[in-house]
């Protein structure tokens, strides 16, 4: 968007100026970047029993990272992160960007009241989420089986929750029954503000709204749904509430639902005979913090700026 | 081809195009809709008649009774409101102030100020969390609301700061221009003409600020998990975590929390989508 720029010179109005940035400025500098900043300075000190916090250098990280017990616990969240993530980009955002497509054809009816209903769940606490379908899925109930049964796949129904196999891959799909609202509503936006002529050209001359959606409307809204897969970069990466609440901070069975957000949790609080440790716990962080970085800068650097080439 | 050939055609993509859009509207809404159906039947009515609506023969609330004997769930809602309408109401005046600013006068830095207050956009304040426990501690504000408060409005502040600066340069300029030759103070030309002016974008960083506040985990549980300062996600994590086997309780106290944020969607969702299609989010 072209902005015309501020127009005030701020000379004329110091203390108005001054007035309105400071309050909001020095809350988030309190409480925003001066808490990342300081996370990144504990993790690079220790305290030993009973004594002060001393400067270890990167001796945290070496622990996490290739300590044999830190490693094997902090390679096998990210990679279940990995995963968590991938399930999200190959079904989440295709679903997302298929609704929004049907969504934004011509002259359909009831638009407005599917787009409500079919959002409602992201509006949900995660952790009312998780309970929702904990329940579903459990096999004391049986409900979920039931369901199964009206498609004709009882046979398929499992304790699925409570395996290692699929525990991982079922809380995914949870989290993507609750998610899809996001891609849906952003990129449902991005459709809506294509201008009619761009579109109507091409059905004048006799192509389908598929045929016009998948060469005409997706590569124009291309940029969002790079933006779209950023946020549900960044949003995987910082997850924890769905795991905590569905298997607590132990991410059971046997690890096999631990993502970084519940290995951060346990490494900070500690949990069963394993103490808490802040330095530990400002490791992890920073190291969330390294991976989260590093996909937004990949997004900004090599992906956006390409994409704005490209629409040019 | 015939014209009534079109039609029958299109009649029939009509069809398939609803039927999608019916069946995914059935897969997000029913999960929700089986909950707190189930939340009105006895034990019995549950388990053997689980899609089945709540009857003369089943119909109980005896689980709602139990939540609300067994755990504080008025004052978790209490907490829960106060903490985010106070939230809103410091994030959007605080929010607006600094995003007209930025978009109003022209000084130093005002480019670097504007990207250094976006980096919360992209990057979350729980990886600060270690430091954000420890500032609280020395704070003194343990299990306390106002703990809450200033962080969530920390982590409201970069988007609402963004969306409404892009907002505010939509603001005509004569509008400003006629109040400053009339002599009007800075103060006073935001308080009386600008304020009212984003109204509408002011409702919608309301919702986006609103909901992930409301929904939170993460900081309840380590900033103020006890002390009867539980909000209510945090409130419906313990109780179910000690009532998991009482199906009536947990099947209630999910319902209670859901019903009122459908109750506050169904209200505001025109406003969200509003503002979203108004080009809020590029």
Known sequence: MAHSGPMTDWRKAKLPVIAFLAPATIIYTLFMIYPLLDSIRLSFYATPSGGEAAFVGLDNYRTILADPDWASVFWNSFWNNMKFFAVHMLVQNPIGIALAGILSLPQLRFRNTYRTMMIMPTMLSVVIVGFIWQLILSPVWGVGADLLDIVGLKSLFGPWLGKEASALITLSFISVWQWVGIPLMLIYAALLAIPDDLVDAAVVDGATHFEVFIHIKLPLVLPTVAMVSILTFVGNFNAFDLIYAVKGALAGPNFSTDIMGTLFYRTFFGYQLQLGNPHLGATVASLMFLIILGGVLFYLFAIQRRLARYQM | ?282
């Open chain 2, 1 to 282: 081809m015939s014209f009534s050939n079109i039609r029958r055609e299109d009649a029939s993509r009509a069809v398939i195009v609803h039927a999608i859009l019916l069946t995914y509207t059935l897969v997000a809404l029913y999960p929700i809709f089986l909950i707190v159906i189930n939340a009105f039947k006895t034990r019995k009515g549950i388990f053997r008649d689980p899609m089945g609506l709540p009857n003369a023969e089943t119909f109980s609330i005896e689980g709602f009774t139990k939540v609300l004997a067994k755990s504080n769930f008025e004052l978790f809602f209490y907490n829960s409101f106060t903490v985010t309408i106070v939230t809103i109401v410091i994030v959007l005046l605080l929010a607006s102030m600094a995003a007209w600013a930025l978009s109003e006068y022209k000084f130093p830095g005002n480019t670097a100020l504007a990207l250094y207050l976006a980096i919360g956009i992209m990057v979350p304040i729980r990886l600060g969390s270690v430091s954000i426990l420890n500032l609280i501690v020395d704070l003194g504000l343990v299990n306390t609301l106002t703990a809450l408060v200033l962080v969530y409005v920390a982590q409201g502040l970069p988007l609402a700061i963004f969306i409404l600066t892009e907002f505010m340069h939509q603001i005509p300029k004569d509008l400003k221009e006629a109040a400053r030759c009339d002599g009007v103070g800075e103060f006073k030309i935001f308080f009386a003409i600008i304020l009212p002016l984003i109204r509408p974008a002011v409702a919608t960083v309301a919702v986006f600020t609103m909901i992930p506040i409301w929904n939170d985990l993460w900081f309840p549980l380590i900033l103020a998990p006890g002390d009867g300062k539980q909000t209510i996600t945090l409130g419906v994590q313990q109780f179910i975590g000690q009532y998991v086997t009482d199906w009536n309780a947990v099947l209630a106290s999910l319902s209670l929390a859901i019903i009122p944020i459908l109750i506050l969607y169904l209200i505001f969702s025109r406003q969200l989508i509003r503002g979203l299609t108004s080009g809020a989010v590029k």
